[in-house]
Structures are given as structure tokens and as C-alpha cells.
């Protein structure tokens, strides 16, 4: 199985200033079939369910900030949050899909405000 | 709008059996793949089981290979994850979620609750 590693595991973040969660693959998440990369971004609100932010490394899904931005290739992602706001506040996950018959997340990093 | 809601949790002792669905609307069902994940007491994110959108291709994760079922009644527009010989660590919320075209889920129910316990 590819392991998802994500660090930090937590953050604390004043109103206003940047954040970055790195996520590293045991393995490379590039498709040849394609070129395009399987590695996504979701937040878990506290007390709601998960929710997608990113795919395929730095396409924003419908609805989400600008403030919200991911980069990376290969093993090495990181998502970025220009400015963290209030509402930013929760676990963040990255999540491989390359193998779909082994689909794994990072252990999650946990985002609290100052 | 996507809507997928799950039913079938509960509690029940270890080797018992239970029987998930997850209701789908606001989407062509048969068009998507779906996936259960599942979330332990205070813990992270872990993926179940993956189903095609015509059901020819499944995937499981080992600690339920064998164990666990995932099945779906296109006419119903309604996921299932036939869950056997439970045990403890299999204790957690069980979400449905829908694909976006990549194996990924995309859409997110609001979860079951499945406690296995004596």
C-alpha cells in the first residue's frame, strides 16, 4: 500500500496568516495513462463530514476559497492557505487514489486558530 | 443536489452481522462509482470499499477483505456494504461517498454509526 505522510499533524494559526500542510507518497501518484497526478485535499469540519477540496493536486472543487491553493508532483504536495480564516478551522486530509484497488489517506492535520 | 444518505448502523456484538444502505439523489446513480470510509472513534479517515459504476470492478481494503460486501441496486439508486463477522475495530462512522470521474470521492453522506461491542 502506498503510505500518505503528512506533516505537520497540527497547526495554530492567527486570523490572516498563511498555512501549509505538507503530504509525501511512499510512491509516485502520477498516472501515465494521463499525466494527471492522484492526490486530493479534504477538510472535516469539526462535527461534519469530510468534504473535497482539491483534486488532481491543485484544481479547486466547486465552491472552495481561492485562498485555498495546492501544488506538488510526483511525491512531494502541499497545500497552501493564503490567509486562514475562522471558518478554515479543522482536520485536513491528503488522499492518494492511484491504485484504486488501494485508496489511502494522510493521518491528517489538525488546524486550530490563535 | 448530490444527496446521499446513509441508514443500517447500529449496535452489535462481535461475528454478528449488519447490513448498510446509502440512498442516492440529485444524480444519475448508475453513472458514478461509490466507495464506503469509514472513521474510527477520534481517529483519521480510512477508505473501505470501491464499486464501478456498473458494478463489474470492487475493491476492498484488507481489513475487511472477505468480511465486507459492497453491493448496489441500480433501480433503488442505493449503495449497500454487507458487513460480516464484525469486530471491535471495525467501530466507526461509515460514510458513503460518490466518485468525480477519477476513483475519488467526491460527495459525502453524513454518516452511520456502527458500534461492535459485547
Known amino acids: 500500500d502506498i503510505v500518505m505522510t503528512q506533516t505537520p499533524l497540527s497547526l495554530s494559526i492567527t486570523p490572516g496568516q498563511p498555512a501549509s500542510i505538507s503530504c509525501k507518497s511512499s510512491?509516485?501518484?502520477?498516472?501515465?495513462?494521463?499525466?494527471?497526478?492522484?492526490l486530493y485535499w479534504y477538510l472535516q469540519k469539526p462535527g461534519q463530514s469530510p468534504h473535497l477540496l482539491m483534486y488532481d493536486v491543485f484544481k479547486r472543487f466547486s465552491g472552495v476559497p481561492e485562498r485555498f491553493s495546492g501544488s506538488g508532483s510526483g511525491t512531494d504536495f502541499t497545500l497552501k492557505i493564503s490567509r486562514v480564516e475562522a471558518e478554515d478551522v479543522g482536520i485536513y486530509y491528503c488522499?492518494?487514489?492511484?491504485?484504486?484497488?488501494?485508496?489511502?489517506f494522510g493521518q491528517g492535520t489538525r488546524l486550530e486558530i490563535k | 443536489q448530490v444527496q446521499l444518505v446513509e441508514s443500517g448502523g447500529g449496535v452489535v456484538q462481535p461475528g454478528m452481522s449488519l447490513r448498510l444502505s446509502c440512498a442516492a439523489s440529485g444524480f444519475t446513480f448508475n453513472n458514478y462509482a461509490m466507495h464506503w470510509v469509514r472513521q474510527a472513534p477520534g481517529k483519521g479517515l480510512e477508505w473501505v470499499a470501491l464499486l464501478s459504476y456498473d458494478g463489474n470492478d470492487k475493491f476492498y481494503a484488507d481489513s475487511v477483505k472477505g468480511r465486507f460486501t459492497i453491493s448496489r441496486d441500480d433501480s433503488r439508486d442505493t449503495l449497500y456494504l454487507q458487513m460480516s463477522s464484525l469486530r471491535p475495530e471495525d467501530t466507526a462512522v461509515y460514510y458513503c461517498?460518490?466518485?468525480?470521474?477519477?476513483?475519488?470521492?467526491?460527495?459525502w453522506g453524513q454518516g452511520t454509526v456502527v458500534t461492535v461491542a459485547s
Open positions: 461517498t460518490r466518485e468525480c470521474r477519477g476513483w475519488y470521492p467526491c460527495y
Open positions: 510512491q509516485s501518484l502520477l498516472r501515465s495513462s494521463d499525466g494527471k497526478t492522484s
Open positions: 488522499m492518494q487514489s492511484i491504485q484504486p484497488s488501494s485508496i489511502t
